[in-house]
């Protein structure tokens, strides 16, 4: 998202408005960050225009939105109608919005600078595209909607219009009301609707109108009745406070303690509904805004570790949420194996239509062993046995994946293949061109990614405490055991690169290594796949000017061909890749290493208000004051709302 939009966040709904609250209904802008604004519920938009005008004219900003500000705060602005500088405003427009689950709201109060009575002619264009996330990104890509129907209706009683799209069984729509109803409802020629006011103001008088936009996703129950902008913002603050309690932040520490709390506001937003394996309602964290608001279960999973010390709900309600989308059957077109666990589900209408492969989509090397990790880890943690007791059969379905159809009995390592309509990679770093050697060269065949065989490796170990601790089944411990420390000493002789002393970035489908020196390698250090002396001179190399950029460890080392400090991973910093290789040097016993890195993020959360955004550029903090954006950065993501709770862990609560 660009600094052209306020983003407004409840659980599975998020608006995006201008500077002077309207909604224009564009997409992704080719070319640069803008993203799209509206109103979006469950991957589809349900509002695309809401634009104010006053006596036919866009009235002028006196006080713009906060684009910065906290995603639970409401979007505030003041207007005047257009004039000059021998005559004051007759009257001023006082805007406020906020969103609750499925609703957005606006309250518009119109106040009189006269001492006579005044009339004010209101009118707001409304309009709902219903356009699926997926067609407002910009990838030049066209979808086909054969048979889709929209119509506008007025509402009985006349206080607003219904919008409706259908498409064969599908169907959504979106409800706009309005207190008082307007006076009139016009037609403009685009399909939109003008509702439109004649106000009569007192001398020195004032009057409101009460907006409501309700959502209604195909397949999903309606929004919850809310009131007021004043009230949903009232009721997400209760949540907050909620997140926030009992977690100590660091007195000594200022910076650090602001972005913990940032973190813990952001994640209060943020959380998407879900079903657990009984059909139990529950909130997981939504990957991030506006792209993924919805649950991606690498995301979801190391988000959940981060937060584990401080708030273990969030394993809680993740931890039977993957394991009642997890794959039951081979499946080719989402990738689905018996046992994996699902890398994104989505309910928007391509993905219904088959358009997109990402309804319920299998694509990820690394989910399935970080969701045992987490179960591992949240049993220690908490002591609650109840839940791997519930989820064990879940567990050993996917170390069965992970033997079996992941590659570890027959390649020794967790393999993945690109996938035809889907991601070409499937490790953390997804992109096309992430998996590569130094050159730049891109991996060919089957790929072992790195990180990936840390987590594996730490997922047998946690798994193999459950079964001697928990399930009562030595016979699996030992198995499990002796499996990981074979593949411990089989990934030290197969991807340490001994000139660069250094582990390879994968192996490809030949076993070549692609020698890009990349951060994955403090993932290892977080999964504890190394010896300790491989693991200190992996830590301290993290560290040097080329890696190190002083806001964080780039995620390719400068100097690379393949470097770039605006490629997605190819040289960017990512706040939680730099959280885990945090975590990875305190474990190695790398106290002012791992002190240096969380330094370097704090600065840069100070520099945003506290809050982290998905990724930076990579340049180093010489050349720029600030941190430089990555075009086209989530800038509202759990993971990264998460790493600052990660970093406190790492410098033992300071």
């Known amino acids: 998202m660009s600094d052209r939009h306020r983003l407004l966040v409840r659980g599975r709904t998020f608006a995006a408005v201008g500077t002077g609250g309207d909604i224009s209904g564009v997409g992704a802008v080719r070319g640069t960050a803008a993203g799209p604004d509206g109103l979006f519920v469950r991957d589809a938009r349900h509002l695309s225009r809401w634009q104010l005008t006053v006596e036919g004219a866009v009235p002028e900003i006196l006080a713009p939105v906060e684009t910065s500000a906290a995603a639970a705060d409401p979007a505030r602005c003041v207007l005047v109608p257009r004039g000059g500088r021998q005559e004051p ?359 072992m990614a790195a990180g990936a065989q840390g987590y594996a490796y730490d997922a047998l170990r946690r798994t193999a405490w459950l079964a001697r601790t928990v399930w009562d089944d030595t016979v699996y411990a030992e198995l499990l055991a002796r499996t990981a420390a074979d593949l411990r000493d089989r990934f030290q002789r197969d991807f340490w690169m001994p000139e660069q002393g250094f582990p390879a970035l994968a192996l490809d489908g030949e076993g070549h290594r692609l020698d890009a020196l990349a951060s994955d390698a403090g993932h290892l250090l977080w999964s504890g796949l190394l010896d300790k002396e491989y693991g200190e001179a992996v830590g301290r190399r993290l560290l040097e000017r080329d890696f190190f950029s002083g806001w964080g460890v780039r995620t390719l080392a400068a100097g690379q061909p393949a470097f770039h400090p605006l490629s997605y991973h190819r040289g960017s910093v990512w706040p939680h890749d730099n959280a885990l290789i945090a975590l990875g040097l305190a474990r190695y016993g790398l106290h002012d290493e791992a002190r240096a890195v969380a330094r370097g993020l704090v600065d840069a959360a100070s520099t945003g208000g506290g809050r982290l955004p998905e990724v930076l550029a990579g340049y180093d903090k010489g050349a720029y004051p600030v941190p430089v954006p990555y075009p086209h950065s989530c800038v509202l993501e759990s993971r990264s709302a998460a790493a600052p709770l990660a970093l406190l862990t790492a410098v033992g609560g300071v």
Not at 98 to 115: C, I, K, M, W
Not at 339 to 353: M, P, S, T, W, Y
Not at 359 to 372: E, I, Q, W
Not at 382 to 401: F, S
Request: proline content about 7%; glycine content about 10%.
């Open 89 to 447: 405003p007759a009257y001023t427009l006082f805007r406020e919005q906020a969103v609750a689950d499925g609703v957005f709201t606006e309250s518009l109060r119109v106040r009189s600078n006269r001492p006579v009575p005044t009339r004010v002619g209101l009118a707001l264009t409304v309009d709902a595209d219903f356009t699926d996330q997926f067609e407002l990104r910009a990838d030049h890509r066209t979808y086909t909607k054969p048979g889709a129907v929209r119509s506008r209706l007025p509402l009985e009683g006349g206080e607003g219009v219904e919008f409706t799209y259908r498409r064969g069984e599908w169907c959504s729509r979106t409800t706009v009301t309005a207190e008082p109803a307007p006076d009139g409802i016009e037609e403009t020629g685009t399909g939109a609707r003008r509702l439109v006011w004649n106000l009569e103001l007192d001398a020195h008088g004032s009057a409101e109108v009460a907006l409501r936009a309700a959502a209604y996703p195909h397949g999903a129950p309606g929004p919850r009745a809310t009131g007021s902008p004043e009230q949903a913002v009232r009721q997400l603050a209760a949540i907050q406070a909620e997140y926030a309690s009992g977690v100590a932040l660091p007195a000594t520490w200022p910076e650090l303690a602001a972005a913990c709390a940032r973190g813990l506001a952001d994640l209060a937003v943020l959380q998407v509904p879900a079903r657990g394996p009984d059909g139990e309602e529950l909130r997981v964290p939504g990957a991030g805004v506006p792209w993924f608001l919805t649950l991606l279960g690498r995301d979801a999973l190391l988000t959940s570790l981060f937060a584990l010390p401080y708030l273990p709900r969030l394993a809680a309600a993740t931890l039977p949420a993957l394991a009642a989308t997890q794959a039951t059957e081979d499946a080719e077109g989402g990738v689905a194996e018996t046992g994996k666990i699902v890398h994104e589900v989505r309910h928007g209408e391509l993905a219904h239509f088959g358009q997109v492969p990402f309804g319920r989509y299998y694509g990820s090397v690394d989910a399935t062993p970080l969701f045992l990790v987490l179960l591992g880890a949240y049993t220690e943690q908490t002591g609650d046995r109840a839940t791997a007791h519930r989820l064990q059969a879940h567990a050993r379905a996917a170390v069965g994946w992970m033997l079996d159809h992941g590659g570890l009995t027959s390649r020794g390592y967790l393999v993945y293949r690109a996938d035809q309509g889907g991601l070409a990679n499937q490790n953390w770093k997804d992109s096309p061109g992430a998996i590569c050697s130094a050159d730049g060269e891109r991996a060919t065949g089957p790929v």
